[in-house]
């Protein structure tokens, strides 16, 4: 059975740090793509972060660039978000995506991530 399941959101301060964690399982998770999307309240789905299977590469939305590292690590099957410099408009649930091709797609069920003060 295929899980992702995201942890470490919550409630930061205007320019605090939080750390998404998304651990799966069910599948061979050094074969995927994985990414990182949010939707805020009244909002469309956003993606904000990805991460390559092979080489590593990562890349991001412009409104993250800078502020946010994503990571994995294949030893544990996890999939990282460091989320430096949080503004309000970060606020959002984060998605965890696991992508192989268009049949194999999944998603967590995401995290709450609140920034105010």
């Known amino acids: 059975q295929v899980q992702l399941v995201e942890s470490g959101g919550g409630l930061a301060q205007p320019g605090g740090s939080l750390r998404l964690s998304c651990a799966a399982s069910?599948?061979?998770?050094?074969?995927?793509?994985m990414s990182w999307a949010r939707q805020a309240p009244g909002k469309g789905l956003e993606w904000v972060a990805g991460i390559y299977s092979d080489d590593n590469y990562t890349f991001y939305a412009d409104s993250v660039k800078g502020r946010f590292t994503i990571s994995r690590d294949n030893a544990k099957n996890t999939v990282y978000l460091q989320m430096n410099s949080l503004k309000p408009e970060d606020t959002a649930v984060y998605y965890c995506n696991a992508h192989f091709s268009l049949e194999y797609s999944f998603w967590g069920q995401g995290t709450q991530v609140t920034v105010s003060s």
């Open positions: 069910g599948f061979t998770f050094k074969f995927y793509a």
